[in-house]
Structures are given as structure tokens and as C-alpha cells.
């Protein structure tokens, strides 16, 4: 169990056998109300109303619901530009949540953006998965680049820390 930032609200992460569509909805959209200023148009969201309701998506649904999204543009976007078209073109599979993450290469020291699309139904995830894959021999494009995408396959770690952030032992 964890509790949702400042919401007062138990919140329990679940797995795939444990998951029930209706009750994910449910909580979905009570952290959605919780969170003020998140609305049905994402083009309005900041970046943290993205986080927000991106975070509210990965409590509510399985690991299983979530894809990876890769070889984005660096240079031509900010990360509230870059999550809004990622956004644009993969909300026409069905209702995603997403966050911008970069890595950078240990090597050449370049930061490689990404984005994680949370899905709220386990078939909508597969058919953006597909239709992007048959778009990517055509070209499925975002600022020139084209898009390499993956379904989530591992499961999700739990960590537990104390209020001033120190990890417990296990």
C-alpha cells in the first residue's frame, strides 16, 4: 500500500491477476479529481499535471497497460511540446497518461529523451504497439525522427522509504 502525495488516500499498486477495469476507473478518477486543474484536454496540462495524472495511471493500472517510446527528437522540443505530440498521436489508440524521461549515455554523454504512455486498457496499449509498428515502415514520425516503440515486459519494483526519504531494509 502507498499513500497518494498529499490525497489522504490509501492506494494499493496491483498486479495483472488482481486487476478489475471498473474499480481502476473508479480510482482513476477520484485521483484525477483529487489533483485539481487535470481535465480531459491534455494540451492545457503542465508538466506537472502530466506527472500527476500519469502517477494516478500507474497505481491504478497494470505494468502490462504501459508502453516505451524511443529515438525522440533532443534538441527541437521541450519536454511539455515533446509529451503533447507524443500525446496527439498515440491518444487516437485510446486514453493514455505519460511522462518524459531522458537517459543519457555514459559513453558520449548525449541525453536521449523517451516517454512512457500509461493505458488504461490492456488492448489499447497492444494496438498502438501494432499500428505504430506498421506506421514505422512507412514512417510513423515525431520532429523528423521515427519512433521506435515497445510494450512494457517488466514488472514494476515497489520501493518503500521512510517520510525523510531513506530506504528501509528488507
Not at 4 to 11: S, V
Not at 47 to 74: G, K, R, T, V
Not at 110 to 133: K, S
Request: aromatic share 12%; glycine share 8%.
Amino acid at each position: 500500500m502507498t499513500r497518494g502525495h498529499g490525497t489522504g488516500l490509501l492506494l494499493r499498486r496491483i498486479t495483472k491477476s488482481h486487476f478489475n477495469g471498473t474499480e481502476a476507473d473508479r480510482k482513476m478518477a477520484t485521483l484525477l479529481y483529487v489533483y485539481l486543474g487535470l481535465s480531459e484536454s491534455f494540451p492545457n496540462y503542465t508538466l506537472l499535471d502530466h506527472a500527476n495524472a500519469f502517477e494516478a495511471a500507474q497505481i491504478c493500472y497494470p505494468a502490462e497497460m504501459s508502453i516505451f517510446i524511443a529515438n525522440l527528437p533532443n534538441r527541437a522540443y521541450g519536454d511539455l511540446a515533446l509529451l503533447n505530440s507524443v500525446l496527439a498521436e498515440f491518444s487516437q489508440y485510446g486514453k493514455c497518461f505519460g511522462v518524459v524521461r531522458r537517459n543519457v549515455n555514459p559513453k558520449t554523454g548525449m541525453i536521449r529523451p523517451y516517454v512512457i504512455l500509461q493505458y488504461t486498457r490492456l488492448d489499447h496499449a497492444r494496438m498502438a504497439c501494432q499500428q505504430i509498428f506498421r506506421q514505422y515502415w512507412h514512417g510513423t514520425f515525431i520532429g523528423g525522427r521515427k519512433l521506435r516503440i515497445f510494450q512494457a515486459q517488466a514488472p514494476r519494483s515497489i520501493f518503500v522509504t521512510r517520510k525523510d526519504s531513506v530506504m528501509l531494509s528488507t
